[in-house]
């Protein structure tokens, strides 16, 4: 492992650190820690949307093990008609497969939709990446099941969708408290000063090897049902398997400048080196055509 990355594992950062209060919080503050750590937690800043969000996230979550009989086999597991995304369940679980994502979205969801408009969170949102930022995707949600639901090992989301400038910002909220049992998001802060790093296939899609990124390099960040995680897009982050008798969804929004875009994205190995080659060709032909 190069040095640099080595020296970032050092860097001991506690959660008083990066953690703030949504009653009592200054945007520029948070943006700067933002910049410095590349993540920052917010304490209750999702706490008014909790209930209604878990009777959507329930719904769907049940419509989509209806109709897990109808799911169709691709490259990252299986995706039922409805666009829930099934693993692999763990051996003796009551099915053979396991929800990862839910598809619930902003165009399925009103309280999903709400959430991504948030004012306090905009104020954070437009003091890290300025006015002109515009809402990036749809909005996505994790959903680990009881007794073993999927682990999701370190990664960086720039390794699904790596962005031409700073990359979106994204806020991971907690529907349910949520902590070492149940599937706590672990961070590393300052892995965003890193670059992109390569990835592996991973049980969980992309992934650090886990010989070079483990768990006790990051710092897990326990929390209440509406408590908010931001991280930038190479923040290191990934989670454990949920072992308590609950699902354990969390909701993810995300943002970027209006001038951004995805240039290189995948979700395997393959893919990926293949989107890159695309990107390292269309940089070429441009180079070529400029320098005619
Ligand atoms: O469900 C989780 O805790 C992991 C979420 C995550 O790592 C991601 O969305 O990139």
């Not at 969708?161 to 070492?180: C, E, K, M, W």
């Not at 070079?212 to 930038?232: K, N, R, V």
Request: glycine share 8%; charged share 20%; proline share 5%.
């Amino acid at each position: 492992m190069p040095s640099d990355e080595k020296r970032y594992k050092d860097t001991a950062v506690s959660i008083s650190e990066i953690e703030f209060f949504a009653g009592d919080i200054d945007p520029v503050e948070a943006s700067r820690v933002y910049q410095t750590y590349g993540c920052l937690i917010v304490r209750g800043l999702m706490k008014d949307y909790i209930e209604r969000i878990q009777v959507d996230i329930e719904t769907i979550a049940q419509e989509s093990i209806a109709l897990l009989d109808q799911a169709q086999k691709i490259v990252e597991g299986w995706r039922t008609p409805n666009g829930t995304l099934f693993l692999p369940a763990p051996e003796g679980y009551h099915r053979d497969q396991q929800i990862m994502v839910l598809a619930i979205h902003y165009h399925n969801s009103d309280v999903f939709r709400q959430t991504s408009q948030d004012p306090r969170a905009l104020e954070i949102v437009q003091a890290i990446l300025g006015d002109g930022y515009e809402v990036f995707g749809n909005g996505q949600s994790l959903y680990k099941e009881p007794t073993g639901g999927h682990p999701k090992l370190l990664h960086q989301d720039s390794a699904y969708f790596q962005h031409r400038y700073q990359g979106p910002v994204a806020i991971l909220s907690y529907v349910v408290d949520t902590n070492l049992t149940n599937g706590a998001l672990y961070v590393v802060p300052k892995s965003h000063l890193l670059g992109q790093l390569n990835h592996i296939d991973t049980f969980s899609h992309l992934g650090l090897a886990p010989e070079e990124w483990g768990w006790e390099d990051a710092l897990p960040l326990e929390g209440q049902a509406g408590d908010s995680i931001f991280f930038h897009v190479q923040a290191i982050h990934g989670s454990k398997q949920n072992f308590s008798d609950r699902p354990r969804p969390v909701f993810i929004n995300r943002y970027r400048a209006g001038n951004d875009e995805t240039i290189i994205g995948g979700t395997t190995v393959a893919n990926r080196a293949e989107s890159e080659m695309r990107y390292r060709q269309s940089m070429a032909s441009k180079f070529d055509s400029n320098s005619a």
